[in-house]
């Protein structure tokens, strides 16, 4: 079956870096657009970025723009995101995602915290 499993999570300083992972399998991992979601606490859910299924093209929420990029290893079956000047409103927990128009596949989650 899919499984989705984010890791590289942690506590962080206010201008501080951090890359998540997230290893796929259980699907053709080649083929398939990737996204990472974030959710504050008390916040919904809301996208991160998105990277196309052979990593040509990135789309970023304007406020990560500049700061965070999205990346593939296809060879890997994982896709990162790397976060750079990171500020206390990144904390939240960070979501892998990917999926069809009829279902979609969600990862468990890591928890990122920026405080100092």
């Known amino acids: 079956q899919v499984q989705l499993v984010e890791s590289g999570g942690g506590l962080v300083q206010p201008g501080g870096s951090l890359r998540l992972s997230c290893a796929a399998s259980?699907?053709?991992?080649?083929?398939?657009?990737m996204s990472w979601y974030r959710q504050a606490p008390g916040k919904e859910r809301e996208l991160v970025a998105t990277?196309?299924?052979?990593?040509?093209?990135?789309h970023y929420v304007d406020s990560m723009k500049g700061r965070f990029t999205i990346s593939r290893d296809n060879a890997k079956n994982t896709v990162y995101l790397q976060m750079n000047s990171l500020k206390p409103d990144d904390t939240a927990v960070y979501y892998c995602?990917?999926?069809?128009?009829?279902?979609?596949?969600w990862g468990k989650g890591t928890l990122v915290t920026v405080s100092s």
């Open positions: 995602n990917t999926g069809t128009s009829f279902v979609d596949y």
């Open positions: 259980g699907f053709r991992f080649s083929n398939y657009a």
């Open positions: 990277i196309t299924a052979d990593g040509g093209r990135t």
